[in-house]
């Protein structure tokens, strides 16, 4: 979770309806913060003309995150006060299918505006590197996917049940956490929740940024089963039958950066 200069905490965020988000619940589980997500951004500094903001009326938790102290079940659903309006810059994005296979996919996209830099090792001010290194606009870098077993692998990484992992000197940083990834076999849908972040060093070779993501296609059913039921709800992405698709891979980047929301945690603690 990053710090913002202005000492607010912020985690990436995925529209998957027009008043629900999905996030990871390392980001939101705090009561001590009221939740505030901003949709149709795209620089943090700077008033973009189209941002919309919602508190959260309700924050859903998976009931078994973080049993063993590991993270496990790192998923959660932010429901918004009201719904978002339609716009260019403001669009919920579907989930990939049950039937979606991470071993299929070759690289992801995440997006963010986490850190640009990896932070000192040895910084005793890591929330004000944090707050300097933040990016200014969203950001994106493409990213090679691995299995749980290829991530298992890899040193100091370890993934869970439904997890998968990417690595590359690219990646997200603090910041990015809660945010989405796009994998290459489903362009159209969200396939991943970033949940936490590993940097490999290596005195020969540059620092491998190891992103761990929550597997959206095994939390589906929990998902659904979460969805707050109204009587004649109508929806421009559905969360839990996403639809074929023919999307190209540009369109397929701008639906994806206009589902990415800022989710903000303001202090309740005076």
Known sequence: MAAHSDGMR?????????????????CVFDPRFAILVTAG????YQQDGTEQTQY?????????????????NDIALV???????????????????????????TYGIIAGWGQTEIPPTTSTTATTEGARQLSGNLKTAKVPTLNGTACGSLAS???MEGEF??????GGLEGDRGGPLICSNALCCVCGILSRVVTI????????????????????KWIE??????????TAASTTTPTQSTTTPASASSLFSSSIVIISMISLIL
């Open 225 to 234: 089963d979460q969805i707050p039921q109204e009587p004649s709800s109508t």
């Open 56 to 72: 959260s009326k309700q924050i859903i938790l998976h009931e078994n995150f973080n049993t063993s102290g590991k993270l496990e």
């Open 157 to 159: 990484v370890e993934v």
């Open 79 to 105: 429901q918004l006060e009201r719904k978002l309006k339609t716009t260019a810059a403001v669009r919920p994005i579907t989930l990939v299918p049950a039937s979606f296979e991470i071993d299929n996919a």
């Open 41 to 44: 951004d795209h620089s943090i």
């Open 201 to 220: 060093e290596n005195e020969e070779e540059p620092t491998q940024i190891v992103g761990v993501f929550v597997k959206v296609s095994d939390y589906l």
């Open 10 to 26: 912020f985690c990436g965020g995925t529209l998957i309806d027009w008043d629900l988000v999905l996030t990871s619940a390392s």
């Open 165 to 170: 992992c990417t690595a590359d000197v690219n």
